[in-house]
């Protein structure tokens, strides 16, 4: 089985609390927005490929139908035949400190139907193969990004 990786480019902490340090909120952390294609939620970025689409805020895009975990929307991102990845990211309005522990948590389930054009085929194709999540931190004044975590390869339909 190939796995996939979806990165959420950002320093993301949907309850992220530093032991002993403030809380670190994000701006729209349960992806919430009118369902539609290549449309990134309010408070957050795309940070994927040029040439390529955002993600979609779901369900009812692209045959894609799980009903959200919480809320109404949530987040759809694909990995391409192509080998590009779909990303996210936003600022935080707090600094992540050396040597702290955060914690966060998430839902992430494997959709059944994914159906978009393939640019390598030009068919539709089903793009639900299993995937892994990683979650990156970035620091823009030093140019560097670190790896702050990844999931196991997301093979499940529910939350």
Same mark, same amino acid.
């Given at each position: 089985m190939k796995?996939?990786?979806l990165n959420l480019?950002?320093?993301?902490?949907?309850?992220?609390?530093?032991y002993?340090?403030d809380t670190l909120?994000?701006?729209?952390?349960?992806?919430?927005?009118?369902p539609?294609?290549?449309v &990134?939620?309010?408070?957050w970025?795309?940070?994927g490929e040029?040439?390529e &689409?955002p993600?979609?805020?779901?369900?009812?895009?692209?045959?894609?139908?799980?009903k959200?975990?919480?809320?109404? &929307?949530?987040?759809?991102m694909? &990995? #391409?035949?192509?080998?590009?990845?779909? #990303?996210?990211?936003?600022?935080?309005d707090?600094?992540?400190?050396?040597?702290s522990? $955060?914690s966060?948590?998430l839902?992430?389930?494997q959709?059944?139907?994914? $159906?978009?054009?393939? #640019?390598?085929?030009?068919?539709?194709?089903n793009y639900?193969k299993?995937?892994v999540? #990683?979650i990156?931190g $970035?620091n823009?004044?030093?140019l560097?990004?670190?790896l702050?975590?990844q999931?196991?390869?997301?093979?499940h339909?529910e939350?």
């Amino acid at each position: 089985m190939k796995t996939s990786i979806l990165n959420l480019f950002v320093l993301f902490i949907l309850a992220a609390k530093s032991y002993g340090q403030d809380t670190l909120l994000l701006k729209n952390p349960s992806f919430e927005g009118k369902p539609n294609c290549c449309v &990134t939620p309010s408070g957050w970025d795309n940070q994927g490929e040029k040439n390529e &689409t955002p993600p979609d805020i779901q369900p009812g895009v692209f045959d894609c139908n799980a009903k959200p975990q919480s809320g109404k &929307t949530y987040l759809g991102m694909v &990995t #391409r035949d192509n080998e590009t990845i779909e #990303r996210i990211g936003q600022d935080l309005d707090g600094v992540l400190k050396k040597d702290s522990s $955060y914690s966060f948590s998430l839902y992430l389930a494997q959709s059944q139907k994914y $159906y978009s054009f393939s #640019r390598m085929t030009g068919e539709t194709v089903n793009y639900n193969k299993p995937v892994v999540l #990683r979650i990156w931190g $970035y620091n823009k004044a030093l140019l560097r990004e670190e790896l702050l975590g990844q999931s196991f390869p997301i093979d499940h339909k529910e939350w």
